[in-house]
C-alpha cells in the first residue's frame, strides 16, 4: 500500500550550501554543516531563515554535535573544530587533528570523543579541553560509537575496530576483517554493530566478542540504524532497505526495490523507516506491516534523512539540489 505525497516545508540554500551533517539541540533547534563551511541553526517550523552560528570559507563541514551545553562542534574537512554557542555568539577554533574530523561522538558526562583521517580518535571535555588521544589505527578512522559500559568503538580503513576505554586509555579488542568498516551502531543489550563495504553486518555482545554476522546486500551499505524493536536497520546502493531482527527469529524484512541505490535511512520512534534514494525520492516504510508513504521528492539524489524530536522528518538534498524539506508522516 503507498500513500500520497506529503506537502513539505522547504529550505532553500545557494548552489555552495549542500547540507553535509546535521545535529539536534535539546530546544528542538536544529543545527546544519554545509559543503561551504557554514554551520546554521534552524528551528523548524517557526523559522525559514536559518541563522549562521560559524563559517569557514571553503571548507566542508564534515561532522556536527550539539552539546548539553547548547554549544555545537563542527569538524572540518582540515582536521579543524569549531566550537560555537547560539546564546552568546562565542565562537571557538580547535587544532584538533591534520585531517578531516570525520566523526563525533558525545559521552553521557558532556564530554566528546573526535575520529579523523589522520587515524587518531581523540578524547575532550565538555567545555572542549583536550583529554587523550587514541594512536591505534593505520588508516583513517571512518566512524565511532560507545557501549553501554562506557567504551569507544572505532572503525577504520584498516580493516579493524578497535574496543578503547576513554579514561584509562586500554584498549580491550581488535578485531580484523578484510574489508572496511564504514558504519557503526550501539545496541540496546550494550552490544554493537558494524557494516562493512560488502554488505555484511557484524555483531558483537557488551564484552567485544563477535557473536554473529548477516550478508544483507550484495553492494555498499549506506546506512546502518538500531531500531527501538532490537532490529537492525540497513540501506544500500544495491536498492534496498533491509531489517534484520537477531534477537527473535533471525528474519529479515526487505523493502521495495529502487533504482539508483538507498542513500539514507532514519527511524522513527515506533522503528518505521524513512529511507532517501538516489532519484531524490524520500518514503517511509513500515517493516512490520509493509506500508509505504511517499513523503516528498529532491530534484538529485537524497544525503540524509533523519527524524526529529517532534515526529517530524528531515531530509536533504545532495548536490544539485540544495534544500532541506521538513515532512509531517501520517501517523504523527
Request: charged content about 20%; glycine content about 12%.
Amino acid at each position: 500500500m503507498v500513500i500520497q505525497e506529503q506537502t513539505s516545508e522547504v529550505m532553500q540554500f545557494d548552489k555552495s550550501g549542500v547540507v553535509i551533517c546535521h545535529a539536534e539541540l535539546l530546544d528542538g533547534r536544529v543545527a546544519l554543516g554545509t559543503l561551504d563551511g557554514r554551520v546554521l541553526i534552524w528551528r523548524p517550523c517557526i523559522s525559514r531563515v536559518p541563522e549562521v552560528i560559524a563559517q569557514r570559507r571553503r571548507c566542508p563541514v564534515e561532522s556536527l554535535l550539539a552539546l548539553p551545553s547548547g554549544a555545537v562542534v563542527a569538524g572540518y574537512d582540515d582536521g579543524m573544530m569549531v566550537v560555537a554557542d547560539p546564546a552568546t555568539g562565542n565562537v571557538r577554533a580547535i587544532r584538533a587533528h591534520t585531517s578531516s574530523v570525520r566523526c563525533l561522538l558525545g559521552f553521557a558526562d558532556g564530554g566528546f570523543a573526535s575520529g579523523s583521517w589522520d587515524g587518531t580518535v581523540k578524547t575532550w571535555t565538555g567545555e572542549c579541553r583536550f583529554v587523550q588521544s587514541m594512536h591505534e589505527h593505520t588508516g583513517s578512522v571512518r566512524c565511532l560509537t560507545a557501549t553501554i559500559d562506557g567504551w569507544i568503538v572505532s572503525g577504520s580503513d584498516d580493516w579493524t575496530l578497535k574496543s578503547w576505554h576513554p579514561k584509562t586509555g586500554a584498549i580491550r579488542t581488535a578485531f580484523a576483517e578484510d574489508a572496511c568498516f564504514s558504519l557503526l551502531a550501539a545496541l540496546p543489550d550494550g552490544g554493537y554493530v558494524a557494516a562493512e563495504e560488502f554488505g555484511i553486518v557484524h555483531r558483537w555482545d557488551r564484552a567485544g566478542v563477535r557473536i554473529g554476522y548477516k550478508v544483507l546486500h550484495e553492494d555498499e551499505i549506506r546506512a546502518l540504524v538500531v531500531l527501538p524493536d532490537g532490529g537492525i536497520a540497513t540501506g544500500s546502493f544495491d536498492g534496498y532497505a533491509k531489517v534484520w531482527m537477531p534477537n527473535s527469529d533471525d528474519m529479515v524484512r526487505s523493502s521495495s526495490w529502487t533504482a539508483n541505490g538507498v542513500t539514507c535511512v532514519g527511524a522513527l520512534s515506533d522503528s518505521r523507516l524513512v529511507i532517501g534514494d538516489g532519484n531524490g525520492i524520500v518514503r517511509m516504510w513500515s517493516p512490520s506491516t509493509g506500508e509505504v508513504q511517499l513523503l516528498g521528492r529532491h530534484g538529485h539524489s537524497v544525503s540524509y534523512v533523519t527524524s526529529i524530536s517532534d515526529g517530524c522528518v528531515l531530509s536533504a538534498g545532495g548536490y544539485g539540489d540544495e534544500t532541506v524539506r521538513l515532512f509531517s508522516p501520517v501517523g504523527h
